[in-house]
């Protein structure tokens, strides 16, 4: 059974940085792209970055161009995701969930983390 495990999230002030993790377990594939979400009160769930296992191909939404980055452990042996995020806004407080979906897509396995909370607050 493949498991999602964020951590990292926490109050911190505008213009500031946190580091969020995603560890995932269980995996008995090695093809899939692990993807960041954030979801606001009151708002939908918004992507916020990927990256694929393999190539290491990021992407990022036009909102956290520049300030946020996505990258793997280095080896890619510990399945594991971070999303560095700098010159932090009250905007970007949500809730933050990963996201890992096996390649091809065709296969239809997603899975999802429980969150962790991003408050960027003075």
């Known amino acids: 059974q493949v498991q999602l495990v964020e951590s990292g999230g926490g109050l911190v002030q505008p213009g500031g940085s946190l580091r969020l993790s995603c560890a995932a377990s269980?995996?008995?594939?090695?093809?899939?792209?692990m993807r960041w979400y954030r979801q606001a009160p009151g708002k939908e769930r918004e992507l916020v970055a990927s990256?694929?296992?393999?190539?290491?191909?990021?992407?990022?939404a036009d909102s956290v161009k520049g300030r946020f980055t996505i990258s793997r452990d280095r080896d890619n042996t510990k399945n594991t995701v971070y999303l560095q995020m700098n010159s932090l806004k009250p905007e970007d407080t949500a809730e933050y969930y990963c996201?890992?979906?096996?390649?091809?897509?065709?296969?239809?396995?997603?899975?999802w983390g429980k969150g962790t909370l991003v408050t960027v607050s003075s």
């Open positions: 996201n890992l979906e096996r390649i091809p897509y065709w296969y239809g396995m997603v899975y």
């Open positions: 269980g995996l008995t594939f090695s093809e899939y792209v």
């Open positions: 990256i694929t296992s393999g190539s290491g191909i990021t992407n990022y």
